[in-house]
């Protein structure tokens, strides 16, 4: 229930203590920031919502009309109405009004409408593009000049600057006076007021501020000063003030009210191209997360002392994965979102692969898919911005901390949500959806709004949560919450997983579609991926077989694995490939002495020696069947393989070492958390909770000025929290104005205090403390209430 007020509210704070509880709601529910934490009554939310972070937070998220409606407000005098708002802004505004009312940027009756200060301040000293009111543009002139200005537009003269001041703005602001006042204008007046009209209203001219009178203008701008339509803003710069432009305008502010967002052109995809583009796309980048966590286990990059990931180790990665830098950007940034690559946080640090990759690797391609794309959603990132420079001509890099933006997560989810307004199977091009963006919220991201759209387009599709450039019904279920019936639909668009492949005579498998998880990891032991696409071909060679037999497979473990998965048997020239080089393997092997090489046949150590490939190694006979060599068993190894060998590693006692890399993992890490330096929203719980604050706050306050009796005549003292407080007392040292403290003393007891703050700085208050004259300090964390005093 809303507390009795005046019909009239006297400010923002009366105005709020008189809405019903179902309007403060909406206020908290609109601005989430006024709720955090919560205020004790409606004097502090009036004070909080005033503020210029708050206020700036609000003015980001106005659309087109509500923007314009609001610089209608701040062009218009203080108070004005809704009339008035009307007819400056050509068309009905109170549906307008009402939402900037709502957000607590406006207050006050449709007769006596009031805008936030703030929201003056920050729209600048030239909003829509009109200069600063004629009193103050005219303000720097002498009260000679202005005397002499209005004696050349034959107006009664004054030497009272305030009255001169407030005359000329009626008769220059009036369009009967300054049309006819044009018309005997000389050549050129006319199109360099064009030039000002509509903005920026202010020129470069040298000695602007040179006196000049009506009889002595030569040139255009001379006569414009002399005749008072322009106006000195500094020595070099001249300012068309505000009530002449808007005459100028026809008294409009716009030139249009923009009350209708642009409509997009939408292009139709077929729904079962959407599917198949989208499943696709959602199965690769699976398989490149992936591909990235196994390179980065076996070879983690370093991480830079700055941040993120080299250009040279992500080029490497690039290269590794068969993809341009940019998309292994990506790769990496969805891989860290989703918790699966993570910095090890060891003395020299590296990008290691977490536990929970190994963990995600067994699961479907649904559940992986909607364990990365969750993430993105949610995500400020901005893969783009990698290999773009800072203020500071510094390279960002993947990975690195300083690809956060705020406005990225608010966009991504508006392009989505356009792209779900179009319909199934609707694409959008990237400049209408900017544009589209620019009425919606045209302060948000600013210069970057441009490219945070044409990144969150590439990135949906490039994860498959857009098919051919349209929302897919996998993205369309995860941007409604429904994450179960996102895997679903994107289960039910992968072709189905195979177990069997086509072993060729040319040493080649054939995978006619995607490979169940574990025989693809087998498959990948024994042979190495030669293309991509509808269907994977895989090539064998000794390498790729020997590599298998290093990691402990046999002959006949190999051939029998690839009898089982082949569903035309195996090739005569595969098994001959296989039983060749498990023949030769291990015939030579390398061990630890300094190193040494062993073979059972003394004639391959003989040509060893004069093999001028191995000189390096140091080779020199120890025995028939015994070679000591000069470095390490791993080059030893390296070497031998290049001759065109089978070496195997031996362990101390004879036996054959099976190789396999090692495979590195980080500990547990917490994924990135978005940077939106928002709030989280209000849940219907704690906006219930904070209006009922608000309430009591107000009663207990009319309850203290009830009971108020120690200075006759101070006012009721809300309970503010510190900030708040702050925020007045520099509000009362700036106007030098005085205020009301409650304040706490040194023995616990309240007392009231009327002060001249002289300054705010350090958690103290510096004042001249009325009832004695003396100057005093206070502590800020001991004030208990502020009250600004009307003078």
């Excluded at 206020?55 to 998220?61: E, H, M, S």
Aim: hydrophobic share 45%; net charge negative; charged share 25%.
């Amino acid at each position: 229930m809303a507390t009795p007020a005046r019909s009239t509210p006297r400010s923002l704070a009366e105005d709020l203590r008189a809405r019903g509880d179902d309007e403060l709601e909406a206020l908290l529910a609109a601005r989430p920031d006024l709720a955090s934490p919560l205020p004790g009554s409606t004097t502090a939310l009036a004070t909080r919502a005033t503020t210029r972070a708050s206020v700036q937070r609000a003015l980001d998220a106005l659309d087109t009309p509500a923007l314009q409606v609001a610089e209608v407000l701040a062009v218009l005098p203080t108070p004005t109405s809704a009339t008035a708002v009307t007819r400056a802004w050509g068309a009905r505004a109170n549906d307008v009004l009402a939402r900037l009312r709502a957000r607590a940027l406006l207050w006050g009756p449709d007769r006596r409408l009031h805008l936030v200060h703030a929201v003056r301040d920050l729209l600048g000293p030239h909003p829509a593009g009109l200069g600063p009111p004629l009193a103050e543009a005219l303000g720097r002139r002498s009260p000679q000049r202005l005397a002499e200005l209005l004696e050349d537009l034959g107006l009664p003269v004054t030497h009272d600057p305030e009255a001169a001041l407030g005359r000329l703005a009626a008769h220059l602001g009036d369009a009967a006076v300054l049309e006819p006042l044009l018309a005997d204008a000389p050549e050129g007046v006319r199109a360099l007021l064009e030039k000002l009209t509509w903005g920026p209203p202010t020129g470069s001219v040298e000695r602007a501020d040179r006196q000049v009178r009506a009889a002595g203008a030569t040139g255009p701008v001379d006569w414009l000063l002399a005749h008072g339509l322009l106006a000195v803003s500094g020595p070099g710069t001249v300012v068309l003030p505000r009530e002449v432009g808007l005459a100028l305008r026809g008294g409009r502010v716009h030139r249009a009210p923009d009350r209708e967002a642009p409509a997009p052109r939408v292009q139709r995809r077929r729904p079962e191209q959407v599917a198949a583009a989208s499943a696709e796309a959602a199965a690769e980048a699976c398989r490149l997360v992936e591909e990235l966590g196994l390179l980065w286990g076996a070879a983690p990059p370093p991480v830079l002392r700055a941040g993120g990931v080299g250009v040279r180790e992500l080029r490497r990665t690039a290269a590794a994965l068969e993809v341009d830098e940019a998309t292994a950007a990506l790769v990496a940034e969805v891989a860290h979102l989703a918790g699966l690559v993570a910095d090890d946080a060891e003395v020299e640090p590296r990008w290691l692969p977490t536990p929970a990759f190994d963990a995600w690797r067994e699961e479907d391609v649904p559940v992986r898919w909607l364990d990365l794309a969750r993430p993105w959603l949610g995500s400020t990132r901005v893969p783009a911005l990698v290999g773009t420079r800072d203020a500071k001509d510094a390279l960002r890099n993947a990975l690195g901390p300083d690809l956060d933006r705020g406005a990225a997560l608010a966009v991504r989810r508006s392009v989505l949500a356009q792209l779900a307004a179009a319909g199934e199977g609707g694409a959008v091009d990237a400049d209408d959806l900017a544009a589209l963006l620019r009425w919606e919220a045209p302060r948000r991201a600013g210069r970057l709004r441009e490219e945070l759209v044409r990144s969150a387009l590439r990135d949906a599709g490039w994860l498959g949560v857009l098919g051919a450039g349209a929302l897919s019904p996998a993205g369309r279920a995860l941007l409604d919450g429904d994450e179960d019936a996102a895997a679903a639909v994107l289960a039910a668009a992968l072709p189905a997983p195979v177990t069997r492949v086509l072993l060729q005579a040319d040493l080649t498998a054939v995978a006619p579609g995607p490979l169940e998880s574990h025989l693809a990891q087998r498959l990948a032991a024994l042979a190495r991926v030669e293309s991509r696409g509808g269907a994977t071909v895989y090539r064998f060679d000794a390498g790729t077989v020997r590599h298998g037999l290093d990691e402990g497979l046999t002959a006949d473990d190999a051939l029998r694995f690839l009898a089982d998965v082949s569903a035309t048997g195996v090739p005569q020239p595969l098994e001959y490939l296989v039983r060749d080089v498990a023949r030769r393997h291990g015939r030579v092997r390398v061990g630890r002495a300094g190193s040494y090489v062993r073979a059972e046949d003394p004639a391959v150590l003989a040509e060893l020696l004069t093999e001028r490939r191995c000189a390096a190694l140091g080779l020199r006979p120890l025995a028939p069947t015994v070679l000591a060599a000069q470095a390490e068993p791993d080059e030893v190894l390296a070497v031998l393989r290049a001759v065109g060998l089978a070496p195997a590693a031996e362990g101390p006692g004879g036996e054959l070492l099976v190789h396999r890399p090692p495979v590195l993992r980080s500990g547990p890490r917490t994924p990135p958390r978005p940077v939106t330096g928002e709030p989280p929203p209000p849940s219907p719980a704690l906006l219930t909770a904070a209006v009922r604050s608000l309430r009591t706050g107000d009663e207990d306050a009319e309850a203290g000025e009830r009971r108020r009796a120690e200075h006759v005549g101070a006012p009721a003292l809300d309970h503010l929290d510190p900030s708040t407080s702050l925020v007045l007392l520099r509000q009362a040292a700036a106007e030098r104005r005085a205020a009301w403290i409650g304040y706490a003393d040194a023995d616990g007891a309240p007392r009231r205090h009327l002060v001249e703050p002289i300054e705010v700085a350090g958690g103290r208050i510096t004042a001249l403390d009325r009832a004695d004259g003396a100057v005093r300090t206070f502590s800020v964390h001991r004030v208990t209430g502020v009250a600004v005093r009307d003078e």
